[in-house]
């Protein structure tokens, strides 16, 4: 018994080879791209991978592509991992996953990274262990929540302890900037609409947490670092630290100014 791996990717040439070198032989790799102009089509497929493009014709979501995946490419296995191209697997990593999914105790895993930035392990900054929802049962289990993707409430999942890595700055801040732009744009739509009309938050993960800080929104960069900074003592983690708070801080800063953007357009106020 194996599993199948998905990789979601956009323009990424620079990760996706040593993404794909990294999983086990035994295992058959899906490409799911969402529209590069680079060459991660022609090393994808040179690597053994399947390829497939879907671009939504909406914002990018990736519990969308996600699902996506799992309903319109070839798989081989009733089990699929869930990867980014600029992650990275291990076989102790491997090992886990297959000694769990023989057990067929739980349909689905939450899976933890190891963030690595400017090549340090940021463990303490990212409060390891920080869980995603990565490994599932096709036909029993999905994803939903739009851009911070989760299992369905269905979902009988466990936790696999062992670390996968994530570099966390692979391509560079012009790239971490473009996406957590995209990012912050569907965290304040989701905010606004949350503290106009009460609609839900987006993600079931720690929806408590989440809906008090969209209650509190104006002061949202400054708790993001002080959070991350002070509070999970990333501090003792050095100069890599201190710039990825400053980083979040920014990207809450992002938030803040949009919501406030879509306050004023709905009272008729130019921007």
């Given amino acids: 018994m194996t599993y199948s791996v998905i990789i979601l990717t956009k323009n990424e040439e620079v990760n996706i080879e040593n993404c794909i070198n990294s999983i086990p032989n035994e295992c058959d790799v899906v490409v799911l791209d969402s529209g590069s102009t680079d ?6 497929k040179s690597s053994g991978a399947k390829f497939y493009t879907h671009i939504q014709s909406g914002p990018f979501l990736i519990a969308d592509q996600r699902n996506w995946g799992l309903k319109n490419c070839q798989l081989n ?15 102790n990593l491997h090992q ?10 739980f349909n689905a ?6 963030y690595l930035y400017w090549g340090k392990w940021l463990k ?8 995603h929802d990565r490994l599932l049962k096709k036909d029993e289990v999905w994803i939903e929540g739009g851009v911070w993707e989760h299992f369905n409430e269905e979902a009988q999942f466990g936790y696999i302890r062992i670390p996968y890595n994530h570099y966390a700055n692979s ?4 790239d971490w900037l473009e996406r957590h732009n995209r990012y912050s744009s569907w965290d304040a ?3 606004n609409e949350y503290l106009n009309h009460n609609i839900g938050i987006g993600t079931v993960r720690k929806v408590v947490l989440r809906k008090l800080l969209a209650k509190i929104w104006p002061i949202r960069p400054f708790l993001r670092f002080f959070h991350m900074y002070v509070i999970r003592l990333g501090f003792l983690e050095g100069w890599r630290s201190l710039f990825f708070c400053f980083n979040y801080l920014f990207y809450e800063f992002m938030i803040v100014v949009k919501i406030i953007e879509l306050k004023r357009l709905k009272a008729g106020k130019k921007l």
């Fill in 96 to 105: 886990k996953i297959i000694f769990n999914i023989k057990s067929n105790v």
């Fill in 124 to 131: 303490l900054t990212q409060g390891y262990p920080n869980w």
């Fill in 39 to 44: 060459k991660t089509e022609l090393i994808s």
């Fill in 77 to 91: 296995n009733q089990w699929v991992l869930f990867l980014d191209a600029d992650e990275e697997m291990n076989v």
């Fill in 189 to 191: 739509e989701t905010i």
């Fill in 171 to 174: 391509k560079g801040f012009s």
């Fill in 109 to 114: 895993y939450k899976m933890t990274p190891k």
